[in-house]
């Protein structure tokens, strides 16, 4: 059984960890931007951080940990890292996204409210008075014409004599 370090080193183990643990919830939180919410993309980016918490965790362990081993305040301050990011700095965060997001698109929905949105009410009302003038057009062109009876004439009127 190996030794316990010393107080200082558990620390500064635990303070790796929590840095970590940040780092793997920042990428999977970018990934997450980048590819979109979504049950089953939420679970295979979930199980990749989780892979990559577990294989920086280990590999932390062997390399520069004071103790050499993988220990359970190691996985805790990992897992509290990944949790202070979710929590602490992701809304903010997401917040200013949309804000400069927000603020880079208002010249667009300027434009599209004040120059788009008025031509397109302009083209519809167009196209709709167009329409109805065919339509007009149509009724008093059908309206000139007489009803064909079923009969065919063979003479003209003018012309039948009565005996």
């Known amino acids: 059984m190996a030794a316990a370090p010393a107080a200082a080193a558990v620390w500064a183990d635990v303070l790796w960890c929590l840095g970590l643990g940040c780092l793997v919830w920042a990428v999977r939180d970018g990934a997450e931007l ?43 301050g990992l897992a509290a890292g990944a949790l202070a990011w979710q929590k602490a700095v992701v809304p903010p965060l997401h ?45 008093r062109k059908k309206a000139g014409k007489s009803k064909k009876t079923g009969k065919n004439q063979l003479q003209k009127k003018s012309k039948i004599l009565y005996n």
């Open 95 to 139: 917040h200013l996204a949309a804000a400069a997001a927000r603020l880079l698109l208002a010249p667009a929905r300027w434009c599209q409210r004040h120059i788009a949105a008025p031509l397109r009410s302009t083209l519809h009302t167009r196209l709709a008075m167009r329409k109805k003038s065919r339509n007009c057009r149509a009724a």
């Open 34 to 76: 980048l590819l979109g919410r979504g049950p089953v993309r939420c679970f295979v980016l979930d199980l990749l951080a989780f892979t990559a918490g577990a294989v920086l965790l280990v590999g932390f362990s062997a390399g520069v940990s004071a103790a050499g081993l993988a220990r359970w305040y190691m996985a805790a």
